[in-house]
């Protein structure tokens, strides 16, 4: 018989969250005052920022400076209780959430488990790519493209040393073109101080999108400035293709052009994070689950979802909200009142998305927003973007401390172009070996 | 055949360093204007300044702030090259340093590998204790740490508990001291607070020191004070104990007695990094190798060893230097002098080690310092040495970035006692499983 983990009970209500993103995080502190007993589960012991991760691969940043610790962020909350813990499977009859340390009672259940990368079933994509969705996978990246660099610097073989300077970036998302837009500074400010003996003339950096334009979802101007910074960085741009296949060497795109790299990195699509133990006709496409208004998931009294995972579907629309941090910011606070209101018997707020714009940063001084401000359209490209867009990612930074050492990395950064967090320290990608030798017919 | 390393020919005379600590380092740095060719060989693309590792280890700073590329250091040095590497084997006839990447030639060597963990054999200890002589193991220290915290969450067997929450930290040295002085502090302000649901009564820090006293090589005052502060903080001291053997979980001391832990630290004592290819006579014991004063290996021309690895056996220093910084140091700058002349046919200066004294912190305004000042003694033990302490050790750290980003975390930790890097990311420690039942009958 499976045990209980060990959780003080408290006697209130248990609001069980499973996952600690962005919509979990709000939604535990919006029931701060709540008479109820918080137990936030997930299996790291710290809440990440997800939006500065490609400054942590680019080793801009410190990747402590973008995580923070569940328990110090709690540490005032006396309703919260941390579990670390992987779920396995949820029992909406039994209202239990089967866990690596146990079984777990809950009154309200709310899932929050977020999206993880989508790989469209392509294993072997999944085997080579480096993803972008954990700083786990932000630190791989660091590591591999310094070593990288330290491996080139032994080879002769041209063909060789192009798959280890050559980065291909699938996906023209922000993060794509973030990480693109990096990549490209580091090549001309910091990589040929680092190593003088390597040519980076001779580094590509290739950024394929399957649409006709990079950050879709955008204004036409955000999309067509963005391309335009990027082209004048020498990123390569490949508009309107798709990758077919890569085998950890060579990627082959759907015109059956191929590029190599040894290095690819994918930030082309996301899907829910599945969880187990709801009735399959709760789950649409793309793994999310289906909420009403509330956020309640369709066909439960008390289980809810929130944020990227959560699909509310509704005429306007039609495939729930964008998967961003804001809708899921947005549900999380609601969801904590409206938990308030159902135990005081008070009517529920529907959720009403309030999108206050989006914008991504390309370079130093180039950045594209499109703002919301007091009912006003503001779009920007450039400098004026650039200070907004730092602006706003300084002041939501978890803590006080954080942001004081994002922004003096950053200073420093604006004036030195060297932060110098360039260590390798931890794991990094093993590819096929580099002493192997591949002959390649077709390279682009 | 084996091929060569690619470096590329400068036409100057290769001084090929192996090992970028404290000593190789500032080799390098004091090479700079010299007529060679400097290569340095690592097996880490960073400098680690390791005073400081014990403050990663307990989630006091980041790990980035005390460890700093090579490649950043020298990027101003257009003599300096650098390979990341392991050292495999020397060949003095060939004058070639066989390595991970391949031969690499030189004209002068240097053997600057410093020192490693000493377990004096004992293979069950080695697998089961954490060592601190990198900043990986810092890092493994600080998630197994945090680990053991949310394990003991999910148990009720006493004893199994203490084995998650009691800390037991082996040799009595400075890395001891403070290891324990941290953790003190750590349990009375900052775990309580993470961790409501535990008792921090029941957490014990034992420091088991084999001498009659701490600090070995410090002041009588010094001694005598680290061990009042470390009592007063409620620190378990063992004096004249030796630990007999470490399973995992049960410490036998040599008197037959045991405690219960899952984390030994082991910081009882270093051994030189040996190297292969040497004569057999230049190695003394404690795997050091034999130099003259100045820094020649015995048996030599052109082979050097300098810092930790480094024994300059002499009347005074039968024992060669203390295997601490300053003597690794001053030993590199030295060298770096004496090599240029060398090549300019005047004679080398003999080293003659000036010990500026030593110092160690043990909590909050608690430190111990014996210091040597225009060739005054002075002792201090308490608030002005911490002061002393933080002064010393900020300005000695390598980047000025550096500086800051520590110093911004120490004013908040002074404050606040919470600087939040108490994330579990990366390796940590894997003992035996947690679910397992154990009895023991002696328990201290």
Redesign the interface.
């Known amino acids: 018989m499976a045990k209980y983990?060990?959780?003080?009970n408290t006697g209130k209500p248990k609001v069980v969250i499973i996952g600690g993103g962005f919509a979990g995080l709000e939604l535990a502190k919006s029931l701060k005052k709540a008479d109820v007993q918080v137990i936030l589960i997930d299996k790291?012991?710290?809440h990440t920022f997800q939006p500065l991760m490609y400054q942590v691969a680019t080793a801009a940043i410190?990747?402590?400076?973008i995580?923070?610790?569940f328990?110090?962020v709690f540490?005032k909350q006396?309703n919260f209780?941390f579990?670390?813990a992987e779920v396995q499977h949820i029992d909406t009859a039994q209202k239990l959430v089967e866990t690596s340390?146990?079984l777990i009672r809950y009154d309200y259940l709310v899932i929050a488990t977020g999206a993880t990368t989508n790989y469209f079933g392509d294993k072997l994509m999944e085997e080579n790519a480096i993803a972008m969705k954990s700083?786990?996978d932000a630190?791989n990246l660091r590591n591999t493209i310094?070593?990288n660099f330290?491996n080139a610097?032994?080879?002769?073989d041209e063909e060789q040393m192009n798959s280890l300077m050559d980065y291909v970036i699938v996906g023209g998302g922000p993060t794509g073109v973030e990480l693109a837009g990096a990549l490209s500074e580091l090549r001309k400010h910091v990589f040929p101080?680092?190593?003088?003996?390597l040519d980076f003339q001779s580094m590509d950096i290739h950024l394929i999108q399957s649409g006709g334009e990079l950050l879709k979802g955008m204004s036409k101007e955000a999309s067509v400035k963005s391309l335009q910074f990027l082209e004048e960085m020498g990123v390569k741009v490949w508009l309107n293709r798709r990758v077919k296949s890569y085998d950890g060497y060579t990627v082959t795109l759907d015109n059956g052009e191929t590029l190599i790299t040894r290095t690819l990195i994918w930030a082309a699509g996301v899907t829910g994070n599945p969880i187990d133990g709801l009735k399959p006709e709760s789950i649409l496409k793309g793994n999310r689950v289906q909420v009403d208004v509330y956020n309640r998931v369709v066909g439960y009294e008390n289980v809810f979802a929130i944020g990227d995972i959560a699909a509310m579907v509704t005429t306007e629309n039609p495939q729930g909200h964008p998967m961003l941090a804001q809708p899921a910011l947005q549900q999380g606070t609601l969801l904590g009142k409206n938990l308030v209101r159902l135990f005081s018997g008070e009517p529920m707020q529907p959720f009403v998305y309030k999108d206050q714009g989006s914008m991504a940063t390309i370079g130093k001084n180039k950045a594209v927003a499109d703002l919301k401000l007091f009912n006003r359209e503001i779009k920007s490209q450039g400098f004026f973007a650039w200070l907004i867009w730092m602006f706003i990612h300084l002041i939501s930074l978890v803590?006080f401390?954080?942001r004081?050492?994002v922004m003096?990395?950053w200073g420093?950064n604006y004036f030195t172009y060297?932060?110098?967090?360039?260590?390798?320290?931890?794991?990094k990608q093993e590819n096929i070996p580099i002493t192997e030798t591949i002959t390649h017919k077709t390279v682009i």
């Open positions: 983990a060990r959780i003080k790291q012991n710290y410190e990747a402590d400076s995580i923070h610790p328990r110090k540490d006396e209780f579990r670390l340390i146990g700083v786990e630190i310094l070593s330290e610097l032994q080879l002769d101080k680092d190593y003088p003996e803590s401390r954080d004081l050492v003096l990395n420093w060297n932060s110098g967090n360039r260590l390798i320290v931890g794991h």
